[in-house]
Every structure is written in structure tokens, then in C-alpha cells.
């Protein structure tokens, strides 16, 4: 008889060993389902404050911003400014020509295709490549208004016609409005030009070389 109760004590023992084994399993097993869903939120909302700035055109940098509206400005008027040096920085040889607009059109929408085909029926690229002539920009500012969408863009950029013997000086005025689209290779802000139209384009003076 004593060893009948010993054994059902020992049973009970066990049962309770595997009760109390059973309720540590569930706590760890809760404890990192926890963490890893806490993790995953504080990743996913770090990623939402990433930006990419692009390096002269070259490589990504990777950007993290506080404030998300500082950010989206950011990579606006970076967009925007890598556009303008895609399409207006123009050197005399026709494959270079074509291949830098092409990649301006990958940040823009037809009206860029549209606006240098106007500029090819006037013999403008035709020009730039017999006389021998390079046109360079510099952008001065980009102005954003971030309370509208699409956002509303204007920029105020110097450009040069530089030939053998002068440089002329021309502002350049444009504007456009932004849309969000999504990211890739080509187009790293997830951003698109639309109604890009050139405002003023007048010569300011020019010099001998």
C-alpha cells in the first residue's frame, strides 16, 4: 500500500514538473513573439523615414530623416535638380545627347519627350553638335509647395552655351508638378515630373573666352 501511494505521489510529481515545464515553454514561446513583432513595427517605421540622395547621379546614399515632410522635400528638389542636369547638360556628340535624355525621361512624363522633340524639329541638338558647342546648368533653387498634390515645383537655374570663342549666360525658369510613383533603379525617389514647361529661357550677356 505505501508503495501505491509513493507511486501516485511521484506521478503527481511528474505531472506537475510537466505543468510548470509547459507554462515556462508558453511564456518564452509569448516573450519572443512579442519581441519579434515589437521588432518588426520599429523596423518598419525606420523604413518609412529612409529617403535615397542620389550622388551626383553616381551611387545612393542612404538618408535617415525625423521629420518625413523634410524628407519628401529633399528628394523633390533632388529628383528635380538631377532632371535638369540630364536634360540640359548637353556635350557635342549625338550618343551622349540620347543617352542622357533618355535617362531624364525616366523622372519625367511625356512632356519632356514632347518639349525636346520641339526642340530637335527647331535644329537645336543639330546645332549644339556641328557647331561644336557644350550647354551647361546650374540650378540655383527649387522651390516645393509640399501643401498641394501633385506637388507644385519651380526652378530657377543658370544655363551656358559655351562655344569655341564666348560663353553666353541664359536664366532658365521651369515648372512642373510632382507625383508619387514607384521606386526602381532608374527612378530611386519614386517620384514623376508632369506638365513640365519651361517659363523663361533669356540671355543675360555674353563674354569672350
Known sequence: MNKLIELNKDIEKSFRGMRVLS??????SAIISVGGMTGALIFAERQRHQVYVLDQ????????QTDAIISK?????????????LFF???PQAKTINENLDR??????ESAYKYSQDLAA???YSRIISANMTQQVIVDSVVVSKDIYPYEVRTYARQYVIRESAMTEYTLVSTCQLINTARSEVNPHGLLMERFTVVENEPTGTRKR
Request: glycine share 6%.
Open 104 to 109: 531624364a525621361f525616366n523622372l519625367a512624363d
Open 122 to 124: 527647331k535644329g537645336y
Open 89 to 91: 547638360n548637353l556635350s
Open 23 to 28: 507554462l515556462v515553454s508558453i511564456m518564452v
Open 57 to 64: 547621379g553616381k551611387s545612393l546614399l542612404l538618408a535617415l
Open 73 to 85: 522635400e529633399l528628394e523633390i528638389k533632388d529628383h528635380v535638380s538631377r532632371f535638369h542636369e
